[in-house]
Nanobody, 124 residues
Framework: QVQLQESGPGLVKPSQTLSLTCTVSGGSITTTNYYWSWIRQPPGKGLEWMGAIGYSGGTYYSPSLKSRTSISRDTSKNQFTLQLSSVTPEDTAVYYC????????????????WGQGTQVTVSS
């Protein structure tokens, strides 16, 4: 079955760039009509969709994060990557990668696949 695994540093200093990678196994990120998203959940808050990269490489971003977010992919490694620049402590959250046929969803059942999530703390 398809599995997703997030990787990256758990601690980032303010003003730096947060970089996370999602490795997909058991399926391809170029599967037609599939979109691969980054979603985060700050402490005590709900899920926030950040952006996605589609099966053909197109990218989609949350308007509120667009100026600081970049999502790319490496099809040879079946991975996609999140970069979030100029981070502040408000960017502290559990970061998830997810896959499905939707873009922009914020509910668990809107996605077919989820990673386990990785805690990222922004602190000096």
């Amino acid at each position: 079955q398809v599995q997703l695994q997030e990787s990256g540093p758990g601690l980032v200093k303010p003003s730096q760039t947060l970089s996370l990678t999602c490795t997909v196994s058991g399926g391809s990120i170029t599967t037609t009509n599939y979109y691969w998203s980054w979603i985060r959940q700050p402490p005590g808050k709900g899920l926030e969709w950040m952006g996605a990269i589609g099966y053909s490489g197109g990218t989609y971003y949350s308007p509120s994060l667009k100026s600081r977010t970049s999502i790319s992919r490496d099809t040879s490694k079946n991975q996609f990557t999140l970069q979030l620049s100029s981070v502040t402590p408000e960017d502290t959250a559990v970061y998830y990668c997810a896959g499905g046929t939707v873009v922009g969803g914020t509910k668990n059942n809107e996605y077919d696949y989820w990673g386990q999530g990785t805690q990222v703390t922004v602190s000096s």
